[in-house]
């Protein structure tokens, strides 16, 4: 005879139930609501001071740092306070004081086009309807959102890297095309929530739930991440891991919030 088997218990290890609908809705809005202690200040981190600058900002934005291009248009804006001053400069002059935020060829064109627009077709002020700035040249939803949200009031989510790759850890959706994690985001939280859900979201994935080796050890929503440990889980090691205020360093803001608890990025040139 062969080797006889214990005998089982014959019980068998639950295999845990998927998330409801319900209690993922309710889970991503206490996790907007433990960000928004942690971080009352949240807030757009590009510098302006109207619409315009706004606009500008945020296409000179792509495939760079918000610090940089706080450091890149305060001469940008001294030279050409408004659409009809840069739809009409020199394209050289322009990609000379842009050229430190990369791709200035491409971007030149994109923000000396979308200045002309401005001043031919919406009378020399950026209009605050989405289907009319996305008409503008190298502005697309998520540009669109930011001035919308930012500028004029009107509540917009922002799909950004960080939102994209937040949403995805945090299950809120497993869809990778940006207006696809958009519309279902936006079923989940109410539209008030929208753009300051927007600045959360980024804020924690700028200073804590990095792509490569989240801070998980100093995050304050560990109870509520289901992907709570693809980072640093030992406190001290990911307390170094915090980038801007959350380690002690200048924020990305030349001119930050009064509120905000963090240093002032330096300006171009200047030693941080």
Partial sequence: MGEQLPPTSGKRKKTPK??????????????????ADAYPYAHPELDFENAFQLLIATVLSAQTTDLRVNQTTPAL?????????????????VEEIIRPTGFFRAKTKSIMG?????????????????????????????????????AFGVPGITVDTHFMRLARRWKWTDQEDPVKIEAEIATIFPKSEWTMLSHRV??????????????????????????YGEGETDPEKAKKLLKYEKGGQPGQRLKPPP???GKPAPALGAIG
């Fill in 18 to 35: 998927p998330e409801s609908r319900l209690a993922m809705v309710r889970r991503a809005r206490r996790i907007n609501r433990e960000l």
């Fill in 77 to 93: 804006f001294a030279k050409y306070p408004t659409p009809e001053d840069l739809a009409a400069a020199e394209p050289e002059a």
């Fill in 114 to 150: 979308l200045s002309a627009a401005i001043r031919d077709d919406f009378g020399g002020e950026v209009p605050g309807r989405l289907k009319d700035l996305v008409t503008l040249p190298g502005v697309g939803r998520k540009t669109a959102f930011v001035v919308l949200g930012n």
């Fill in 202 to 227: 980024i804020f924690h994935g700028r200073r804590i739930c990095h792509a490569r080796r989240p801070a998980c050890g100093a995050c304050p929503i560990t109870h509520l991440c289901p992907a």
């Fill in 259 to 261: 509120d905000y608890p």
